[in-house]
């Protein structure tokens, strides 16, 4: 969707995406190998009380299910900020959606972009709100 035809405070849903004990654990002994990911027996008395997906993959999550819906198409051209807050862990066999909200839209001093900062929100049936993404993205008039 390009820059003009998006509107502040529009909200866009996504469907649920099913998170596996298997999905965690792949994640992270890739990307984030620490033991709250990865060891049953040790995540078990550690601070949540069992194995937690990363906040990376909880965040990759969020940006693919935001993406796969197709609003931006290819009309992003560059992400310009990110800033994360983790509020609550994601277990295995959480379901997670999103809920992007446009928050401002500011023109560029490139007359054919515009930046949109959204704010993302990575919901789970179980805890609610578990990630807030504020992104600043240029995007194609």
């Not at 990376?56 to 992400?79: F, K, N, P, Y």
């Not at 862990?89 to 401002?104: A, G, S």
Request: charged fraction near 25%; hydrophobic fraction near 40%.
């Amino acid at each position: 969707m390009r820059f003009d035809q998006l509107q502040e405070d529009a909200v866009y849903r996504t469907p649920v995406v099913f998170v596996s004990h298997d999905d965690i654990v792949r994640f992270a002994t890739e990307w984030d190998p620490q033991y709250l990911h990865l060891d049953n027996a040790k995540a078990l008395v550690g601070p949540f009380s069992g194995i937690i997906a990363s906040g990376m993959h909880t965040t990759a999550l969020g940006m693919r299910s935001w993406i796969a819906e197709g609003i931006w198409g290819d009309d992003v051209l560059a992400g310009v900020r990110m800033h994360l807050r983790f509020l609550r862990p994601v277990y295995p066999n959480d379901r997670l959606w999103t809920e992007t909200r446009i928050m401002r839209l500011r023109p560029h001093r490139i007359p054919d972009r515009g930046y949109c900062d959204i704010r993302i929100h990575v919901f789970t049936e179980r805890s609610g709100p578990v990630l807030q993404m504020d992104v600043t993205t240029l995007v194609r008039r």
